[in-house]
């Protein structure tokens, strides 16, 4: 329901309104707009500096795409299948790590009444306002006694224990879930483990899937990280593999670029279009505090 | 197919990929020694030295190298040695080696190679001071070699020239010369905006900090203790650099080449374009020219310098002289193997491949014929005598000079563009580079006195 | 069960986070603000030097700049990004017919990875290139060299920043359904108008929800990193002051000029700040934010 919808009353309005709104919301997605245009396209038309949306001889277009994208694809020196595989590695163990691992710590902020419990749940929300420079340099120095710099292990190791905005949501959404339900576990004889896994965990699944959600993007998106930890070409990721096209006194291959830099955001679009309340529901949560 | 089940499978197949998808390139060849070579360049460049690496791994069997492009080479080597994962081989900055010489980051390549295949008599008189530092204990050791290099000179358009009544075979030799010939060449249109700029300190622009030289004056003292930016000298560089703004007006200079910046390798680069008939630039503007306009007529001269200097520069031209340097890490599992491949790379024919390839100078005491008549741009001897002139200088051998950079970048727009006295903007400056250069003095007798540093 | 069986199960439960609190937070800050004592240039070993790191703090011009660069960029960001994102939350809840539509459309741009887009951005502000530059002079108008541009990269970033409202936007959004219809129709039998209503409203029902998107935004901003440090790879000339914030500056100082000690200070400094102004934050918010049953 939307209630302000009251504002707006005559007809005209209306129109100013969506036709502010929609130029609003061309100007917004003409940058990833451009971006696929000019995968369209080869280098010299890219960088002609005329506007157009379609190349040259228009008919062109398709044999641009498949150009760009197998030459990207398979560039011998930026290796984008090595990075994307990366990427998925992490990705995968990463989410998988944080999410239950967080379900688990949440269960007990939760459910379960003991001492300091208050305490240290406001310390895990300080956690949140920790920036991460803070433990940048130190945390390289540990993964390197632990000779780790050199492998992808700094990446998703972490998540495995939990993260302070994933224990959060989890926590909130276990506290809605009424407690006759873990009365009626515990007189058929179940403890805590019986009520995680049996009550809390399948009716959970919305608040999972925006913590998978949410950490996925996080790990596509990190740029910082990889940049630390990751010194072999064999172990980047995508974000770090991108900036291999990046030159600066010119010569950059604007179209390959494009094309690399669509590879890295389409999974994240694909993922959204298919999710999108997903999305709307776990980014809405975090925001409704009393 | 419900979204669930698109979703589903979505993470299944990303799943599937990262268990069963392609893995980095194993080593080739067993039994070889497996070398990891790090390298900064892109593109073309990149290219032509993973052809001398091919060469190298099939002219012997004993060592395969493996050639990375590597971005930000400059941070990701030194956070990769400190980690205690280092690359075999890595091509860095010269900027970068006082650092890691100091902090025993790379080794010293004298005891590893030999005088004939990496010794500094190899090599141009102005390349040389790039290759060698102070090690821990302070004897100067060779810890890099050049693999390419390059010179800047003053590229001037000879069709401006003809048109403005000027003779393209003599360019201009000393400062007031070159204030000449712009303004001869500078063209406006009846509105007072500029079609043609006879030269800015602000295009390309790129190295704010190397104007002083031209002048007689430097940044530091020889051994980067003083900072000497404030000299008369250096002064007189900047007062002219403000006198070229006061002359050109830089809101309307900046009107006229707003886009130059980002359009050096494009069709607008602004000298291709006639746009600015004198620049201060390298040999690497010929691959630009060469694909852009190839019928340019372009002259290649050693930059002009102050009257005061004339005399002097019998002796040779003055420029900046710039080179890549090739080293060996700390950590690195076979130095011996990684010297073989750098003895490999300075030999003449591919020092000159690649140079060529760069469209770069030599960075050798000197060319072969068919070097210099072959190459791609029409100017290279000039550049090659700038290498081999004794008046070449280089940049400040101090691990401050990435921030002694900095702040020159930040003094050349400063100049520029206001209107605050020069005098004091210069002291500034060269109170906060005098304040970096005790900083590390100090910091470097307190490790001293510490009882020499152990390696963390 | 017992009080102590609970307090030994509690902590079971939570034991994941605490190992990895105390392995992957508390010893490394610990570790850094050891380091923020020393001299460390990473491949040697550290040196006490006492508070010396902190008072080239107060000294250091590069560092300052970058500091005050860093809490201008925060100053012009939060409020305006605040700004535009409720009044777009706002608009897009009035229209409910393409609701889902334009919030995807003002949603998708945060889902682009930071590198992807510094890349994009700056292929758009090419100064002679750029969609941004093209379609400037085809309006007849003269775009600035925008990256390459000392003065123009400030707003060049504040931009990027704003193209990513939609995370706010849509929090915005939720909030503002909660608000129930009877105020709105109160509000207007005593005759104010739309605006006013949002103003007294709609803004002071949503206020706890500002709050805390205000406190991330201010702890997310002051720790930028990802555009500068494209944007500045991105042309040989520029003045790379006009790139350096803070986290960036501490980065160059920690991996690239050999000062990791030096870098450990900033970072505590940073968290100090942080920790201040967002306690400063709700302090202020006190009079501000209403929360409901009050």
Redesign the interface.
Known sequence: ????????RSPLQ?LA??A???S???L?????F??LI?TGKTLEQA?????SILPDPAGSLPTNVADNFSKVWTDPAVTFPVYLRNTLVVAVLSVTGMTL?SA??A???AR????F?GG?FA??LA?????????????Y??FRELHWIGTLKPLWV?A???GAFS?FLLRQFYMQIPRELDEAARIDGCG?WGIFARIILPLSTPALAVVALFHF?HV??D??GPL?FLNHRDQFT???G??L??T??GGTP?NL??TA?TM??AP??LL?VLA?ST??KG???????? | MTRRAAVASIVAAGAGFAAFGPRGPRAGGSGRVVLDYWEKWTGDEAAAMKQVVDRFNDSQSRIHVRYFIT??I??KA??A??GGDPPDIVGLYNYNIP?YAE???ILPLDELGSPEATGLGRYAQGVRPILTHPDRSGALRQFACPNTGGTLALYYNAGAFREAGLDPTRPPRTISELDEFAEKLDRRTTGGEYQRLGFTP?E???W?WAWGPYFGGTLTDAAARHATIDSPECLSAFSWIRNAAERLAPSLV??F????????D?P?NAFIRGEVAMILQGPWLANVINRVNPTLDYGVAPFPIADALAPIAQAGPVGLVEADTICIP?GSKDPEAAMEFIAYTQRQPIVEFLSTKHFKSTVLASASDEFVSEHPNRGVAVHNAIAQSPRGFIASRT??F??IR??M??L??AVWNTRQDVRGLIAKTHA?VQRLLD?EAS?KA??QS?GG???? | MT?RR?????????S??I???T???L???A??LS?AFT?????????Y?GWENFS?LATD??YLHAAGRTLAYGCVVVPASTAVALV?A???????R????????????T???????A??????Y??????I???LS?VGM????W????SWVFPAIVLVSL?TV??SM????????????SL??AA?LDGMG?VR??FHV?LPMIS??IL??VVTLI?GT??V??IPA?FS?????????AF?FY?NE???Q?????Q?GY??A???V??VF??AL?GLTFAASSRLVH??GS
Not at chain 1, 112 to 115: D, K, M, T
């Open positions: 329901m939307s209630n302000t919808s009251s504002i707006i209306r309104l969506s502010a709104l929609f609003l919301a061309a917004f997605l003409l940058p990833i451009w971006m000019t960088n002609s500096g005329t506007l691992s688990i710590v269960y007990g902020f379960i009444n003991f001492r419990r240290l310390l895990l956690t949140m306002m920790i920036p991460f420079p803070v433990v940048m340099a130190p945390l120095l540990i972490p495995w224990f939990g224990i805590h993007l596509w998106n740029f910082l630390i995508l974000a770090l991108l900036q096209y990046q600066k006194a604007v670029l494009m830099a890295v955001v994240v679009l959204f999108q999305f709307i980014v809405a949560s975090d925001g409704l505090k009393e | 971005a930000g400059d941070q030194l956070i040695i400190a650092l902090t025993g980051a602000t390309p622009g790129w704010p900046s009107r080449g707003a886009g130059w910046g980002g359009s050096y494009s607008f700390r691990r401050q990435p921030q900095a702040e970048g930040s050349m727009p906060a900083l910091q307190r490790r510490a540093s152990g390696a963390a | 009080q609970e307090n030994s199960a509690g902590f079971l439960w939570i994941p986070w190992l990895g609190l392995a992957f937070t010893l490394p800050m570790m850094s380091y001299d460390y240039p990473l491949l040697e070993a550290p040196i030097v080239r011009p590069k777009l706002a608009m897009v809840n009035a229209s409910p393409w609701g889902r539509l334009l919030q995807a459309a003002f949603f998708l741009p889902l682009v990875p930071s590198i992807a887009a890349m994009i951005w700056i292929w758009l090419n100064g002679k290139q750029g969609l530059n093209q379609s085809l003269q775009g600035p060299n990256l390459a541009d000392a193209w939609g995370h849509v929090v915005y959004q939720a909030a503002m359904r909660q608000v129930p219809e709105y129709e207007a739309p209503r949002f709609t706890p929800s805390f998107n702890i002051l720790q990193f990802a494209l790879g991105a042309n040989e000339g520029t003045d790379p002051q350096n986290t501490l980065f160059n920690a991996f690239l000029n050999g990791m870098a450990c900033m970072a505590w940073q968290l942080v920790l967002t929360y409901r």
